[in-house]
């Protein structure tokens, strides 16, 4: 049998470094973001996006340029949830689609990656069997993306501030990866987690 886990955290704690780790030990990922980068190749997606935000959408080559999505959607709630209506439900579909495609196929563990996993209303938790959650302290995460993105303390605070809190979403974890020291230490905590799951498949 497939066990889907659903790996959620807000932004730099370290969903993708987790996600990575588990497929170093075995498990199959989907990511969410490449679900969406994906659907917004879809014509009737794509038709749907240019209907809701025009043209102007559209890079030279007459698909969707994200870098001209992004400043439309982000800072103006509105926009977002209107783009998130468009897709979040296609891209369930095609999350779907992944899933029974692995379930045939036999694959033993399936990690999905979702920044958005208990945020959007797409019911994108109800394909999963269980939920882990990565967790960082503010501080932690505001250094980590001043360093690595360039992103200033305002910018990475309003984020956090526009995402589900830490609390909310560590209510709803059937594990949590606790991500505030190195990566070694990390690992120790995903590997344990990783080793109890392989048990629990076994019985
Ligand atoms: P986002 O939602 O913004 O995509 P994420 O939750 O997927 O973020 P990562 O991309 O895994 O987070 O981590 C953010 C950055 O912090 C990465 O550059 C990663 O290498 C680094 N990082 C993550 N965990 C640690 C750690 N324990 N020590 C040092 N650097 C870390």
């Keep these: 049998m497939t066990r889907i886990i659903g790996l959620t955290g807000g932004i730099g704690s370290g969903k993708s470094t987790v996600s990575q780790y588990l497929a170093e030990m075995g498990a199959t990922i989907i990511d969410a973001d490449k679900v969406g980068h994906e659907a917004l190749t879809r014509s009737d997606i794509k038709q749907e996006i240019v209907a809701a935000f025009g043209h102007e959408v559209l890079g030279p080559d007459g698909e969707i340029d994200r870098k001209k999505l992004g400043p439309i959607v982000f800072g103006n709630p509105e926009a ?18 992944k899933l029974a495609e692995y379930r045939k196929q036999g694959v033993p563990v399936v990690v999905m990656e979702a920044a958005v996993l208990l945020e959007t209303d797409a019911d994108w938790d109800k394909l999963v ?16 993306m001043k360093e690595q993105r360039g ?8 984020r956090i501030r526009a995402q589900m809190s830490n609390e909310e979403k560590i209510k709803r974890a059937h594990v949590v990866i606790s991500n505030d020291g190195s990566l ?7 590997k344990k987690a990783w080793e109890k799951l392989v048990d629990k498949s076994a019985k």
């Design 129 to 144: 069997d269980e939920i882990w959650v990565t967790v960082s302290p503010e501080g932690v995460v505001v250094k980590r």
């Design 151 to 158: 992103m200033t303390e305002e910018q990475t605070k309003a």
């Design 184 to 190: 070694d230490e990390m690992k120790r905590g995903v």
């Design 80 to 97: 977002l949830a209107k783009l998130n209506h468009i897709m979040h439900r296609r891209m369930r579909k095609m999350m779907e689609d």
